[in-house]
């Protein structure tokens, strides 16, 4: 069992979840702070993991120094808030505060999409998919124009919603890779354009890469979450080893033929 003397936050490799949580510190300029244990998700969960969280497996998980249990990655960004507050990266200000909350509250239905998404293969409903994908920033978009028209962020920098939404901008570049999808070229998405990309490229949010986030979640582009085996393989595309940055890019092509375990370099020969 890891050491707990400090806060301990579980969590799986890439996860979009935890990375909020490294955001908020970055930020915060305290990344020592909290220690971070990745959790193999081709393997079943440690015993010492399980008792202490009661058999739940959802992660990310925080633990206390003094026994604690925080789960739910938007509760444990308002505790990792309230424990360092100083800086402050949530709003002060009660209505500007409710903004931030209104828009982190389109974020569940956003994330949903975009792993469907993702996770489709049913070449006649790609466009559907594609169109939903649409409408959820379309409505980012409006929430941004009618709160902040003139700026980059929701506010006047990078804050709690951004910390909330960047780690899935960071993963939705799996959508460009095996789905060709991106926002158009037009008006109407130009102000959540500017959000995401400015966003993707902030120096607090680069955790990940998008190698990384492509080779390890081809097996979602399978249809194949959380450490599942797409049929006729024998290794998750999460595994420790070999290494993501000794394994090739995987095909594009994701409705046709699937790539063997040995095509995606993840046989130790």
């Not at 707990?4 to 936050?9: A, E, G, H």
């Not at 999460?238 to 370099?265: C, I, M, N, Q, V």
Request: net charge negative; proline share 7%; charged share 25%.
């Amino acid at each position: 069992m890891p050491d707990t003397t400090r806060p301990l936050v579980c969590h799986i490799p890439v996860c979009p979840f935890s990375q909020r949580l490294e955001i908020l510190l970055s930020l915060k300029g305290l990344t020592g702070a909290v220690d971070f244990h990745v959790v193999d998700i081709t393997r079943p969960r440690p015993d010492w993991l399980l008792e202490r969280t009661r058999g739940t497996t959802a992660m990310p998980i925080l633990l206390t120094p003094k026994g604690g249990v925080i789960k739910e990655s938007l509760v444990i960004l308002r505790y990792l808030e309230e424990i360092f507050p100083i800086p402050a990266i949530a709003r002060h200000d009660p209505f500007e505060r409710a903004i931030e909350r209104m828009l982190i509250a389109h974020e569940g239905a956003f994330t949903t999409c975009g792993y469907r998404f993702v996770m489709n293969r049913d070449t006649s409903v790609r466009a559907e998919f594609a169109a939903r994908m649409l409408d959820e920033y379309a409505r980012l978009d409006a929430f941004l124009r009618r709160h902040n028209p003139g700026g980059i962020f929701l506010f006047e920098e990078f804050g709690l919603a951004e910390t909330v939404f960047t780690p899935m901008f960071k993963r939705f570049l799996f959508l460009e890779y095996y789905e060709n999808f991106d926002l158009p070229e037009s008006a109407d998405f130009a102000r959540v354009r500017q959000w995401r990309d400015t966003c993707l490229a902030h120096p607090s949010a680069q955790q990940v890469s998008r190698e990384q986030i492509v080779k390890l979640y081809y097996d979602y582009a399978l249809g194949a979450g959380n450490g599942a085996l797409p049929e006729g393989r024998t290794v998750s595309s999460f595994t420790f080893d070999p290494h993501w940055t000794e394994r090739p890019w995987p095909p594009r092509e994701k409705y046709g033929r699937a790539a063997t375990d040995r095509e995606l370099g993840l046989l130790n020969d």
